[in-house]
């Protein structure tokens, strides 16, 4: 079930007691029933305040949430729907200037139906000057999250709920652009629920009430906490001596091995479970072949994006797309960790863009000014697989290989008979030991040392 909190008792739910402080703001003159005349806003709002006991739809200030410094935007929705106003934009912009001044997060707990049609364009516009305030936030590397609650919609939801850096929702929720009386007759009501915004990439989780500080407490260190310094050195040990693989067609059995680690036990020795997980996106997409997220590593936080060893999809390349852009953003080192027999490539992913998503890729990973390092740690196919490489920083597995196509596709362009398949793998010196001296890779690393 979805939250019934007021704005005191959502800011009561995440902040350490006794921690909230308002912030001081001195609200403007109103016109007479707004910049509009309507009849009877004036009215309206009076009975607001005496039902509510606040002045406006939000109330903002700065709290400790597990004993990380924050600012708090949380909505009233019985203050007229918790709807957005001049004087909402006014509290709103006082909350986003504190933040950039302090470098503290915000935190948005957002409950709202929308703009407020009593102010009509007025109203609207303040859309615009929160867009404004978040770009200036997110320049100044400051991260943001919100809490969409019960609703969450309209422009809020597009604004303060969808932008943020990391959006959480309270399971049950209603969450949508579309308010539930404005909708389309006959509108699946299911669409417009948290549950389905995660499932399409548009949120990266659900969190119950009662796990909610929690959960912020760890969002709020892995995002504003001690960075990685540094390159991150990649999981494992290095290897030396004979190469594993004494062929290519055996580099490749071995990359395909269903004994080898996978992507999470790599991230569990190198995080020690200490993570949270981006999901999705933001254009209707999700793939959980691709995880990414953030953890701690020897007491500083490191950025992750991982193949789990399937085809990636159009939607995995964007997430991590997402993941880079956000740790680059935020001055936090990223490590990625190949295996991949390539890109997805059925008609679904080339209408999902899967070129523009891979482009994408390529392009935040050779932008990004913070350090990365890369694993190779099973498949490595192609292009696919290369969009998520850290340009001169890539490590490989004793159990993987990294290739320009899989040697049965180059039998197959070149017209050999199946049974040369191995001599093609062969000839494209695709074992972890031929990437080094092909300059590729940097080295070998095992998860387990030899003996």
Request: with cysteine.
């Amino acid at each position: 079930m979805a939250d019934t909190w007021t704005a005191r008792e959502a800011t009561g739910a995440v902040a350490d007691p006794g921690s909230f402080t308002e912030l001081v703001h001195s609200p403007r003159a109103r016109e007479s029933d707004g910049p509009l005349g309507w009849p009877g806003y004036d009215e309206s709002i009076a009975r607001a305040a005496k039902r509510t006991g606040e002045r406006e739809s939000v109330v903002c200030g700065t709290a400790s949430v597990g004993g990380r410094q924050a600012v708090l935007i949380s909505f009233e929705f019985g203050f007229l729907g918790g709807s957005l106003g001049e004087p909402t934009g006014d509290l709103l912009e006082a909350a986003f200037t504190t933040a950039r001044e302090r470098r503290t997060p915000l935190v948005s707990l957002i409950a709202t139906g929308g703009s407020r049609m009593q102010e009509g364009m007025r109203a609207l516009t303040q859309l615009q000057r929160v867009t404004r305030q978040s770009a200036l936030l997110r320049a100044a590397g400051v991260p943001q999250i919100a809490v969409a609650r019960d609703p969450t919609t309209g422009g809020g939801w597009a604004t303060l709920g969808a932008a943020a850096d990391v959006v959480l929702a309270l399971p049950g929720a209603q969450v949508g652009f579309a308010g539930s009386r404005v909708r389309p007759p006959g509108a699946d009501p299911a669409a417009y629920t948290a549950e389905a915004q995660l499932a399409t990439g548009q949120i990266d989780a659900l969190v119950h009430p009662g796990e909610l500080r929690a959960a912020l407490a760890d969002w709020l260190l892995l995002l504003s906490g001690p960075r990685g310094a540094g390159t991150p050195e990649p999981p494992g040990a290095p290897v030396g001596g004979s190469p594993l693989a004494t062929s290519g067609q055996e580099a490749v059995a071995l990359a395909r091995s269903a004994e080898r680690p996978r992507a999470a036990a790599y991230l569990d020795a190198y995080f020690g479970g200490r993570v949270r997980e981006i999901s999705g996106d933001r254009c209707g997409g999700t793939d959980p072949g691709m995880r990414c997220g953030f953890g701690m590593h020897q007491g500083r936080t490191v950025a992750y994006a991982a193949q789990c060893g399937t085809a990636t999809r159009p939607a995995g390349y964007r997430t991590a797309t997402r993941l880079v852009s956000l740790a680059d953003a935020l001055g936090i080192p990223v490590l990625t960790l190949i295996d991949t027999p390539g890109a997805a490539n059925d008609a679904e992913a080339e209408r999902s863009g899967a070129g523009p998503a891979i482009a994408g890729l390529f392009l935040a990973m050779a932008t990004a000014r913070v350090p990365l390092t890369t694993l190779l740690i099973g498949e490595g196919g192609s292009g696919g697989a290369l969009a998520l490489a850290a340009p001169g920083n890539t490590w490989a597995t004793p159990d993987s290989y990294f290739s320009v196509i899989a040697p049965e596709a180059a039998a197959a362009i070149l017209k050999r008979d199946p049974d040369r398949i191995g001599e093609t793998a062969d000839q494209l010196r695709l074992r972890p030991h031929d990437l080094v001296e092909l300059g590729v890779a940097r080295g070998v690393v095992s998860l387990v040392p030899p003996p």
